[in-house]
């Protein structure tokens, strides 16, 4: 907030700055702590709003669940003011810990880029619903502080005389971040401090955006058809397995998110589905044409698709809905 207000001030025709505090409500300081950011802000001449976190707090996944509380309340307020772009000070250390993080949870490239620099706020709110309010698509995240490490920030607050609060859940154990955060200085000393683990999320990136332009030549490669709202994706079987893993993996979960409309597949589970279609279709192409007939056919349902592997083509649709149990 501090540099955003040296930014603007240093233009001619700068924009409209709006601070908001997000209250999780989960600390008896954080309301304390809210008015505290809405002073520093009329000083700063920015408008300040605080968004709460009202209701029931879940007993696991605390952490990620006010994570996405917070996303969606930050858009709320963004939309209500008509802003197009919301900053975040994510630093370099918060770049580093989630590179730990996800190699912790087994993601994937996709997962291992980390934060981008710039990205679609809808990227960072997992509910299927927000992506289809008023104004959400256009909204912006950046991180304008993303290459900076914390001790920066923190210097520039204490020689300006700007006092700060400290989150004691960032240390908390009971949050695997905050374990991980504790191994970052053993870590460093090996050589893999916060500067290695950003540079590996960026060069991941890079290779990320290679692989991505790919999945779209090879999406036009091997459609039977162009992929219109509502209709069945049709891939040429053959093909799609012939295409390198890591785009055929891409492209299958490409093709599911078109076709259901659900947020993206869990990685494992989008593997074990090519494995399968993989498997099947390496003993379609062994077996004799007789026996090809009868054992060439897949068919499964993963995140609202139905996804059918029959005659050399694969199908991508929406599932059917569930009928329900009549009652006896």
């Given at each position: 907030m501090v540099l955003a207000a040296r930014w603007r001030a240093g233009l001619s025709q700068g924009p409209?700055?709006?601070a908001v505090t997000v209250d999780h409500r989960l600390r008896a300081e954080s309301g304390r702590e809210a008015q505290a950011a809405k002073r520093l802000a009329q000083r700063l001449g920015i408008r300040h709003r605080t968004m709460r976190w009202t209701g029931k707090k879940p007993q696991t996944g605390l952490q990620e669940a006010a994570r996405a509380v917070r996303y969606r309340l930050l858009a709320a307020a963004a939309r209500a003011a008509g802003a197009r772009h919301i900053l975040t000070a994510h630093t370099l250390d918060d770049q580093a810990e989630t590179v730990l993080l996800r190699m912790a949870r087994g993601s994937g490239l996709t997962g291992l880029a980390a934060m981008a620099r710039e990205t679609p706020l809808m990227e960072q709110i997992p509910d299927p619903g927000a992506a289809r309010r008023p104004g959400a698509g256009s909204l912006v995240l950046v991180r304008p502080l993303l290459e900076l490490p914390k001790a920066r920030l923190i210097a520039t607050l204490e020689a300006s005389r700007i006092s700060f609060c400290d989150d004691p859940s960032n240390r908390d154990p009971r949050f695997?971040?905050?374990r991980l955060r504790e191994l970052m200085p053993m870590l460093a000393g090996e050589g893999?401090?916060?500067?290695?683990l950003a540079l590996l999320a960026r060069r991941l990136r890079r290779a990320e955006a290679t692989i991505e332009l790919a999945v779209g030549v090879a999406a036009r490669a091997v459609s039977d058809a162009a992929w219109t709202n509502g209709d069945p994706i049709l891939l040429d079987a053959e093909k799609f397995i012939r295409l390198?893993?890591?785009?055929?993996?891409?492209?299958l979960g490409r093709a599911i998110v078109h076709a259901a409309g659900e947020p993206p597949v869990r990685l494992g589970r989008l593997e074990a589905l090519y494995e399968v279609l993989a498997e099947s279709n390496?003993?379609?192409r062994s077996e004799s044409s007789s026996v090809r007939r009868g054992?060439?056919?897949?068919?499964?349902?993963?995140?609202g698709a139905l996804i059918t592997l029959a005659g050399g083509r694969l199908t991508i649709e929406r599932a059917p809905p569930r009928s329900k149990p009549g009652r006896r």
């Open positions: 409209q700055l709006i695997t971040r905050a893999l401090d916060a500067e290695r390198p893993a890591e785009v055929a993996l891409r492209l390496s003993q379609s054992h060439d056919r897949v068919r499964r349902t993963l995140a």
